[in-house]
């Protein structure tokens, strides 16, 4: 997977990660959202991004569609720490190119 350095805010990379708004987004949704804090460290009080894939936020509902929706708007209310997110993820043409791949890895293990 290609590394967007262009979608870096380097002025924000010594910034905590600001999760105030996350809570809003929690309790409008309750159960149907997580995050999932993963390559971050709490330092002087705050939390920084160690890495890429620092947070994870998991929209739950019947529809894939529904779901990434409550995912993105879960993950809009990141800020800080030079975070961005891939707009990509969980959208029809995603899935469909995920789908692909996993057949042509069937036939590949046949």
Same mark, same amino acid.
């Given at each position: 997977?290609? #590394?967007?350095? %262009? @979608?870096?805010?380097?002025?924000? #990379? $010594?910034?905590?990660? %600001?999760? +105030?708004? #996350?809570?809003?987004? +929690? &309790? &409008?949704?309750? %159960?149907?959202?997580?995050?999932?804090?993963?390559?971050?460290?709490?330092?002087?009080?705050?939390?920084? /991004?160690?890495?890429?894939? +620092?947070?994870?936020?998991?929209?739950?509902?019947?529809?894939?569609? #529904? +779901?990434? !929706?409550? /995912?993105? $708007?879960?993950?809009?209310?990141?800020?800080?720490? /030079?975070?961005?997110?891939?707009? %990509?993820?969980?959208?029809?043409?995603?899935?469909?190119?995920?789908? &692909?791949? @996993? $057949?042509? @890895?069937?036939? @590949? !293990? !046949?």
């Amino acid at each position: 997977m290609e #590394t967007r350095p %262009d @979608l870096v805010r380097i002025r924000e #990379t $010594e910034r905590p990660i %600001d999760l +105030a708004s #996350t809570y809003d987004v +929690a &309790k &409008k949704y309750g %159960d149907s959202i997580r995050f999932y804090p993963a390559s971050i460290e709490l330092r002087n009080g705050g939390l920084y /991004a160690l890495k890429s894939r +620092a947070i994870s936020v998991v929209g739950v509902s019947e529809s894939i569609e #529904t +779901a990434r !929706q409550i /995912a993105v $708007e879960g993950i809009e209310t990141v800020k800080g720490g /030079a975070l961005w997110f891939r707009k %990509d993820i969980g959208s029809r043409e995603h899935i469909g190119k995920s789908m &692909k791949h @996993l $057949e042509e @890895l069937r036939r @590949l !293990q !046949q």
